[in-house]
């Protein structure tokens, strides 16, 4: 199989990264507007060790809401299904910064993705220490789990979100008047903020997702979380993970991924691969536009879908 993904990654790379319609970079976060939208990046590590790259696969870019993932990883080890309490576990159908959905439900997010649920995530893993101490945890986490210690923060993408985060920080406040934030919220989301301005390229990013096809086992051994637990994290991306396209990504693409809106996308196929696409210009959801079609094209040609089984001999 590697050598014919070889093939389809790069007619992929060759026809999306030529594509006209490129989508539109987030500029409601002035260091992500600058970002050039001509690049696009596709990376898969298999589950029998091969990585399959192409395009603008080494270039950095920062994670965003990608993130999400591997900070709820973390604060299910802390506290377990005790997190449920403070945040749910459906689809929000509304956007990801939506306020209106939070007043509706008492304070409690509907689920980890969305971005008032992924500040209660940021508080359960801030665990009364400074920022500091919970990014450096999540630095670690990312560099174990890709193997690889070059992965940092983009200083200038987390002052770019801390001096235009309003509505993170009217989100946050809320929260906190229903004791759902109980950390002060400047640490919050001074945690929050350097989280999502992590940078990765594509390949570290699909190494990174591989415990999430390998039912929570890390590829040099050890377990990085239970199998009932990736099955669990891999259904959330899957319901979740788009904000209110996670359904067409579902009916498009038919895996597990989450995306960021500074163009990346991790996907999941349980027990065959990690990948990680790669295109700033996003769609009117706030998805990479070409990295959702990148991924949709993939999934035709491999049948890599958790709703189908794959072709025979892939």
Known sequence: MAANLEIIVSDIAATIGSADDRGRVASYIPELAKVDPGQFG?????????????GDCAVGFSIQSISKVFALTLALGKVGDQLWERVGREPSGTAFNSIVQLEHEHGIPRNPFINAGAIVVTDINLGGHQPRVAIGEMLRFLRYLAGDEDIAINEAVAASETASGFRNMALANYMR?????????DLVLGAYFHQCAIEMNCRQLALAGRYLMLDGRHPDGG???????ARRINALMLTCGHYDASGDFAFRVGMPGKSGVGGGILAIVPGRASI???????NASGNSHLGTLALEELARHT???????????S
């Open 42 to 54: 596709i990376a898969i590590a298999t589950a029998n060790g091969d990585m399959i790259t192409g």
């Open 276 to 282: 990680a696409v790669w295109s700033p210009g996003l």
């Open 177 to 185: 008047a229903f004791d759902n934030v109980r950390h002060p919220v």
């Open 303 to 313: 049948g890599w879908s958790i709703f189908s089984p794959a072709p025979a001999g």
């Open 223 to 229: 377990r990085v979380v239970s199998p009932s637990r």
